[in-house]
Nanobody, 128 residues
C-alpha cells in the first residue's frame, strides 16, 4: 500500500525554523521526483515549494523560498526533508509531500497535477 507520511509541522515565530520530514513507502519506479507543496488558508490550489529527483538528487525551488529552504533526501530511510529557515507569517499553510512518477521537466513538475501520491499534510503556522 502506497503511503506518504509527513511530520515536523508546528507553531514557530517569524524568522524561526522548522524541519519537515516525509517518509514514503513507494517503489523507486513510481518515485521519480518527490516534492513539497503548500496550501495557504482559504486557498484550494497547492503551491510548489521544492522538489528533488530521487535517484540523482537534483533539486528545484520556488523563487520565494530559494536561499531559505533546503530539500534533501535519505535513500536508506526513504525519507525526504524540508529545512525551512527565516519563516514568514505568509508561509502559514498546510505542507504536503507528493510523489511523481512521470519523467518530465521541472516546468511540469512544479504542478500539483503531476503528482500521483500525497501525504495527509502537516500544519505549519508562523506567528508571534
Amino acid at each position: 500500500q502506497v503511503q506518504l507520511v509527513e511530520s515536523g509541522g508546528g507553531l514557530v515565530q517569524p524568522g524561526g525554523s522548522l524541519r519537515l520530514s516525509c517518509t514514503a513507502s513507494i517503489d523507486t519506479f513510481n518515485r521519480y521526483v518527490m516534492g513539497w507543496f503548500r496550501r495557504a488558508p482559504g486557498l484550494e490550489r497547492r503551491e510548489f515549494v521544492a522538489g528533488i529527483t530521487w535517484i540523482i538528487g537534483t533539486t528545484n525551488y520556488a523563487a520565494s523560498v530559494m536561499g531559505r529552504f533546503t530539500i534533501s533526501k535519505n535513500n536508506t530511510g526513504n525519507t525526504i526533508y524540508l529545512q525551512m529557515n527565516s519563516l514568514k507569517p505568509e508561509e502559514t499553510a498546510v505542507y504536503y509531500c507528493g510523489s511523481a512518477s512521470r519523467r518530465t521537466r521541472w516546468d511540469d513538475l512544479v504542478r500539483a497535477r503531476e503528482y500521483n501520491y500525497w501525504g495527509q499534510g502537516t500544519q505549519v503556522t508562523v506567528a508571534s
